[in-house]
Structure formats: C-alpha cells, structure tokens
C-alpha cells in the first residue's frame, strides 16, 4: 500500500477544511443572512451547504486517519479487521472501514 500518498492526500485536505472551518467562523457573525440565502438557493438546486459540523466531522475523520499512519494502524478495516481495498482509500482515504462494512 502506498501510505506516501494517502498521507499526502491526507494532509492537503486537513489543510483544505481547516481553512473552509476558519472562513465559515469569520463570516459567522457578519454574513448569517447572506449564507442563509446561499444555502437556501443550494437547497434548491438539490445540494446541501456543507455546514460546520459537517466539515469537524470530515476534519476529525481526516486527523484520526493521519494518527492511525503514526501508528502503523492504517488501512485496515476497524470492524472486521481486514485490510481496506485500494480503490476504497483511493476514493476516500479517511475511510476506516473495508466495502463491506461501509456502510456500518
Ligand atoms: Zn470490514
């Protein structure tokens, strides 16, 4: 497995929604009615605004991913403990489960 690049993919999205959480907590106060329209036109439109909570899970998803290569322990499934398939990590490398258990 090429951990070199899930790390690289990993850390450039850590840096991606640490900055999208530090804009969406500038534009808090000043902009609330300003985005409140914008999600309301990309509900519309069939898509969600990703909110704060959305992109802390994402970031927290990101972190533990990064500390699993710390230790070694990346790229396996946490529930039956087989390894994640390629292509799974490829698509999402904070993914913490095999296909199989994506969904779980
Ligand atoms: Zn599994």
Redesign the pocket.
Known sequence: MDITKYRQQLESEKKRLEGELAELSQTEESEVAFRDEIADRLEEQGEEAAGTDELKEELHQVKTALAKIEDETYGY?V??K?PIESERLDANPAAT??I??RDA
């Open positions: 499934c529930i039956c087989q489960t095999c199989t258990h």
